[in-house]
């Protein structure tokens, strides 16, 4: 009787998970304002006149924005250029960055070439793990 009433508990408790498995992914995949079987709008689409969510232009700043935004002590940033981007790196270079503090180098400059270089270490490009955890710091783009 008890080795049943086990059986009969484990049951339960897989079908439980699968089914919030399941509605977990269905969550992932809907996004505001598509019916359940629609495919959401890749990022490279351009935007429609039906579109719901309009994105907002990123903010761009100046080279001179980003030099007064370096490795200072007193404002606790440490702003970067990489490929036109701007990216404010304190919070990675002071908690998970791999290469210790050589990423203070790029505080305040163009660290393009660091960036796709690293001269100072491996002498290869970041790799693409890297380049989707820089992306959590953009702030703007470079103003031409």
Known sequence: ?????????????????????????????????????????????????????????????????????????????????IHGKVYDILEFATNSHPGGELIFQACGKDATTLFETRPMGSKTPHSANARNILEKYYIGDLKK
């Open 1 to 81: 009787m008890k080795k049943v009433f086990l059986g009969l508990l484990l049951l339960v408790v897989i079908a439980t998970a699968t089914i919030y498995y399941y509605k977990s992914q269905q969550r992932k995949i809907q996004q505001p304002g598509l019916q359940q079987n629609q495919i959401p709008l890749l990022q490279t689409q351009e935007p429609t006149k039906t579109d719901v969510a309009i994105t907002t232009p990123a903010r761009t700043y100046t080279m001179e924005e980003v030099e007064a935004h370096g490795l200072d002590p007193d404002s606790e940033e440490c702003w970067t250029v």
